[in-house]
């Protein structure tokens, strides 16, 4: 529609895909469009984010109507809580159900970083959140979300047999995936076209770079 048309040509949103959700007009939204808990919208005043950032405003609804994601926008333009808000929205209350969402992380560094936005978004919540290292055998059946966050730094060669048994460990069959990257490389395309179900591809910037 015209107003979705309007709002992604006005913040550089490139979708493709089938009934891609209307991109956010503001953070208002997440309480009248879609019920969201007060500790996560008190959460993002305390921050002090005011408006969502492109690919924000894209990637939330696109996570919140339950579908599989595959994108890039530049660095430092907000994909963790892109990927953070939504997941905490979705999954609503804490449960005995073991891990119920996985963000991979290519390097310590960013799993540590990542973990701390993480818990200042969940913070006023119960949920439990942990850095889990490699080789740690962990039960990943019943995980919920799987985000690859600098996907291209996954599906390079040192680290693919890695994030491929991850992928394959999170064996819950109704699963919702995403990746998330600054640049997105033929292969990693290539890997989401095969993997995902009926995946919306955004590109926030410019479409050639
Ligand atoms: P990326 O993963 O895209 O490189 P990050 O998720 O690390 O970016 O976010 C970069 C910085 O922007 C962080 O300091 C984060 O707290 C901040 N940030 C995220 N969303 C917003 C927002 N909506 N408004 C203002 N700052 C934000
Ligand atoms: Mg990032």
Same mark, same amino acid.
Not at 47 to 61: C, D, N, S, V, Y
Not at 74 to 89: C, D
């Given at each position: 529609?015209?107003? #979705?048309?309007?709002?992604r040509?006005?913040?550089?949103?490139? =979708?493709?895909? *089938?009934?891609?959700?209307? /991109?956010?007009?503001s953070?208002?939204e997440?309480?009248?469009?879609?019920?969201?808990?007060?500790?996560?919208?008190? *959460?993002?005043?305390? +921050?002090?984010?005011?408006?969502?950032?492109?690919?924000?405003r894209?990637?939330?609804?696109?996570?919140?109507?339950?579908?599989?994601?595959?994108?890039?926008?530049p660095?430092?333009?907000?994909?963790? @809580?892109?990927? %953070?808000?939504?997941? $905490?929205?979705?999954?609503?209350?804490?449960?005995?159900?073991?891990?119920?969402t996985?963000?991979?992380?290519?390097?310590?560094? $960013?799993?540590?970083?990542?973990?701390?936005?993480?818990?200042?978004m969940?913070?006023?919540?119960?949920?439990? $959140?942990?850095?889990?290292?490699?080789?740690?055998?962990?039960? +990943?059946?019943?995980?919920?979300?799987?985000? @690859? #966050?600098?996907?291209d730094? +996954?599906?390079?060669?040192?680290?693919?047999?890695?994030?491929?048994?991850? %992928?394959?460990?999170?064996?819950? /069959?109704?699963?919702?995936?995403?990746?998330?990257?600054?640049?997105?490389?033929?292969?990693?395309? #290539?890997?989401?076209?095969?993997?995902?179900? #009926?995946? =919306?591809?955004?590109? %926030?910037?410019?479409? *050639?770079?």
């Amino acid at each position: 529609n015209e107003r #979705d048309l309007r709002l992604r040509k006005k913040y550089g949103i490139h =979708v493709s895909g *089938n009934n891609v959700p209307s /991109p956010l007009q503001s953070f208002a939204e997440l309480s009248t469009r879609y019920g969201c808990e007060s500790y996560l919208l008190h *959460n993002l005043v305390k +921050l002090g984010f005011k408006e969502p950032t492109p690919i924000q405003r894209q990637a939330i609804p696109v996570l919140l109507s339950g579908r599989e994601w595959f994108g890039k926008a530049p660095t430092g333009s907000g994909k963790t @809580l892109a990927f %953070v808000y939504p997941m $905490l929205m979705k999954l609503k209350q804490p449960s005995k159900d073991g891990i119920r969402t996985v963000i991979l992380c290519h390097t310590r560094e $960013l799993a540590a970083q990542t973990t701390r936005e993480c818990k200042k978004m969940a913070k006023g919540s119960k949920f439990l $959140l942990c850095i889990c290292k490699k080789k740690k055998r962990i039960d +990943l059946s019943r995980v919920e979300y799987l985000v @690859l #966050d600098e996907s291209d730094k +996954l599906f390079e060669r040192s680290l693919l047999e890695q994030t491929d048994s991850v %992928v394959k460990a999170c064996s819950n /069959p109704s699963i919702i995936r995403s990746l998330f990257s600054a640049t997105l490389p033929g292969f990693v395309e #290539d890997v989401a076209r095969t993997v995902m179900h #009926d995946a =919306v591809r955004v590109i %926030v910037g410019d479409k *050639n770079a």
